[in-house]
């Protein structure tokens, strides 16, 4: 048994004794169903934290750099982590907006990996690979289903969407993420994305809109607040130089 009440109820089945010989679903059981049908989907499209990112700690490199380098970025990441539970309970998301290199993705794992070790459901998925799986599923002998791919996104407790900014733009597209940011918008159900800043560009958060459409924007807007902004040069060049 790999699931532990996060209520202290019940044994990890989901289920509790309602009186002789009957039982009644516990109040953890929901996750618990989320939390496997997103290892599922996960294991079908063979996406999970990268190995580059599950062993991650404060007090170590890249995250102990990224804090020196964006200490208020990186405290406002702490602060969500610290009350990953309640933020998911309320469906208050968090947006990470930056240049290329700054650690936004870093922040974005550290954040997955939170919610995991509590026990609530995380799909991570690259927003460019999450569109050639919905469009290789409509295709005959697709290896899993347009339904699935959808149903893991919008149920599971925490959807990490990565680099939002990526995908080529298109009304397909569009109407996609809509479909999926809009399910946990009326459902409350967290989201977690990145987003960068075009190399040259002052940071405008508002220039999102004209890439994933005003509908999905205003919705992401109201799920996550304001963008946490990281702003400098790419920590991995500067490695590299």
């Given at each position: 048994m790999d699931w532990d009440c996060p209520?202290?109820?019940c044994d990890g089945s989901g289920f509790v004794?309602?009186?002789e010989r009957t039982v009644a679903p516990c109040r953890c059981r929901p996750q618990m169903i989320a939390r496997k049908q997103g290892r599922q989907l996960q294991q079908r499209l063979r996406q999970s934290i990268p190995k580059h990112f599950q062993d991650l700690a404060w007090d170590r490199h890249p995250l102990s750099e990224i804090a020196d380098l964006h200490p208020s970025p990186?405290?406002?990441?702490?602060r969500y982590c610290d009350h990953i539970a309640e933020n998911l309970e309320q469906g208050r998301g968090l947006w990470l907006f930056g240049n290329k290199g700054t650690g936004k993705t870093t922040l974005a794992y550290t954040v997955a990996r939170a919610a995991l070790d509590q026990g609530h459901s995380v799909l991570s998925l690259n927003t460019v690979d999450l569109f050639n799986r919905l469009g290789e599923s409509y295709r005959d002998g697709a290896r899993w289903t347009t339904a699935e791919i959808i149903?893991?996104?919008?149920?599971?407790d925490l959807l990490q969407l990565e680099d939002l900014t990526a995908p080529r733009e298109s009304e397909?597209?569009?109407?996609q993420l809509y479909t999926i940011v809009n399910f946990r918008y009326e459902s409350g159900k967290a989201i977690l994305f990145t987003s960068d800043v075009p190399t040259g560009q002052a940071p405008d958060p508002g220039a999102l809109a004209g890439r994933i459409g005003d509908r999905t924007f205003s919705r992401l807007v109201a799920m996550v607040g304001d963008p946490v902004v990281l702003v400098g040069d790419d920590m991995r060049?500067?490695?590299v130089a």
């Amino acid at each position: 048994m790999d699931w532990d009440c996060p209520y202290g109820i019940c044994d990890g089945s989901g289920f509790v004794e309602s009186g002789e010989r009957t039982v009644a679903p516990c109040r953890c059981r929901p996750q618990m169903i989320a939390r496997k049908q997103g290892r599922q989907l996960q294991q079908r499209l063979r996406q999970s934290i990268p190995k580059h990112f599950q062993d991650l700690a404060w007090d170590r490199h890249p995250l102990s750099e990224i804090a020196d380098l964006h200490p208020s970025p990186a405290a406002a990441v702490r602060r969500y982590c610290d009350h990953i539970a309640e933020n998911l309970e309320q469906g208050r998301g968090l947006w990470l907006f930056g240049n290329k290199g700054t650690g936004k993705t870093t922040l974005a794992y550290t954040v997955a990996r939170a919610a995991l070790d509590q026990g609530h459901s995380v799909l991570s998925l690259n927003t460019v690979d999450l569109f050639n799986r919905l469009g290789e599923s409509y295709r005959d002998g697709a290896r899993w289903t347009t339904a699935e791919i959808i149903d893991g996104a919008t149920n599971v407790d925490l959807l990490q969407l990565e680099d939002l900014t990526a995908p080529r733009e298109s009304e397909w597209i569009v109407e996609q993420l809509y479909t999926i940011v809009n399910f946990r918008y009326e459902s409350g159900k967290a989201i977690l994305f990145t987003s960068d800043v075009p190399t040259g560009q002052a940071p405008d958060p508002g220039a999102l809109a004209g890439r994933i459409g005003d509908r999905t924007f205003s919705r992401l807007v109201a799920m996550v607040g304001d963008p946490v902004v990281l702003v400098g040069d790419d920590m991995r060049l500067a490695h590299v130089a």
